[in-house]
């Protein structure tokens, strides 16, 4: 009997309908059977639930532990807080997984790009602790800095734990033995913010010598910066706190050829989220224009967890062809065909 599965799916808002639409076509075409739970979150769903992220969307990812996401806006400066950072805290979702792998016929000016950037995804200046300057808060840490904060400073918080650091780094290097990856590079500014990425550094230092099979070293997140413009093949996985790992990910998407086609995942002990690194990109919403493929490689990543690992392959090996043959590829590769268009060359190639 062929196995069904029950996964999550929030299509998210602004381009989230369409390549949602584009990624479960496809999926469903590789024969894997999936029942999908659809839930709506993000900005057009609080005035009909009161909240941007309804408990009936937290409650389905718990039982079926495994979803699939598109985009979902998050308003700059005023407004609610981030609906995706909010999902990956209440899940526990600690470790946020962002493979970097060059894509013959996606223009770039690199080749042979192959990086995993392991992003802590729970901790960090994403904490959402944070106070508006002038605020008693912000006030009371000013005064206990001793002239170290301009009064009237805005104020974030930047907590990093030693468990959060041991998970995230721990993750990492197990990850890179699954996969059968060589080095783990721990990324910091530990020579400026001693304490916090000190402690992410002492936590990758004392667990790297539980891996003497791997390869461990260490950067500075500037210097990583451009040894990633400049020599990006001397690297493999990246272990990195929140906010760095945020921005490398967007570098590691710009080295592979853009957003379009980065996939991504965040994964906790009891769940895992598939999704897409770029954001809702609201220009577009509705014009069957953007590119599906990072969203459909993120249902790659999701059948492989599913253990579906030749169904998973087949799927990116569909895209790969689909995007050499350039025959029918969105905008952003250089093509004039629309979400759904690419979505069927990609479900021939599958059927092939
Ligand atoms: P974005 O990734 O949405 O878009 C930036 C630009 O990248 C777009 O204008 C477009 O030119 C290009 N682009 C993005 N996705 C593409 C695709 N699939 N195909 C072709 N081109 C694509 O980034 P942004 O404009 O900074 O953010 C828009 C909103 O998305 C914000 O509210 C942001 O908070 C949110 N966001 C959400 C997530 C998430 O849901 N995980 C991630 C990042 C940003």
């Known amino acids: 009997m062929t196995k069904e599965y029950n996964v999550t799916l929030i299509p998210g808002d602004g381009i989230g309908q369409e390549i949602s639409a584009a990624t479960q076509r496809v999926i469903a075409a590789t024969g894997v059977k999936i029942n999908w739970e659809v839930q709506e979150a993000g900005a057009d769903v609080i005035e009909k639930f009161g909240t941007p992220l309804p408990e009936t969307v937290l409650k389905s990812i718990r039982k079926n532990k495994v979803a699939l996401k598109g985009p979902l806006t998050t308003p700059i400066g005023a407004g609610f807080r981030s609906v995706n950072v909010a999902l990956r805290k209440e899940l526990d979702l600690y470790a946020c997984v962002r493979p970097c792998k060059s894509i013959a016929g996606v223009k770039s000016h690199y080749r042979d790009i192959d990086l995993v950037v392991v992003r802590e995804n729970t901790e960090d200046l994403y904490a959402g602790v944070e106070y508006p300057g002038g605020s008693p808060e912000a006030d009371e840490i000013i005064k206990q800095a001793k002239g170290k904060i301009r009064p009237g400073a805005a104020i974030s918080i930047k907590p ?103 996939p991504g995942a965040n994964f906790g002990q009891n769940s895992a989220v598939f999704e897409a690194v770029h954001g809702s990109a ?47 590829v969105t905008y952003d590769l250089g093509g004039t065909a629309g979400t759904s268009q690419m979505a069927d060359e990609i479900i021939k190639k599958i059927k092939e």
């Open 282 to 328: 609201p220009k577009y919403k509705g014009q069957n224009k953007v590119n599906p493929v990072a969203l459909i490689l993120s249902g790659a990543l999701l059948l492989d967890y599913l253990g579906e690992k030749e169904k998973s392959e087949q799927l990116y090996n569909a895209v790969i062809k689909v995007i050499a043959e350039k025959k029918a």
């Open 160 to 262: 990093i734990s030693r468990e959060g650091s041991c998970q995230i780094v721990d993750f990492a290097f197990t990850y890179a033995l699954k996969h059968k990856r060589k080095k783990v590079t721990a990324v910091t500014k530990a020579n400026i913010m001693k304490y916090t990425d000190g402690l992410f550094l002492a936590v990758a230092r004392e667990i790297s010598r539980k891996y003497p099979q791997l390869e461990y070293e260490e950067r500075l997140v500037d210097n990583m910066c451009m040894q990633l413009v400049q020599k990006p093949e001397l690297y493999d996985v990246l272990v990195l706190p929140n906010l760095y790992g945020d921005i490398i990910s967007d570098l590691g998407a710009g080295l592979v050829g853009g957003l379009g086609v980065a």
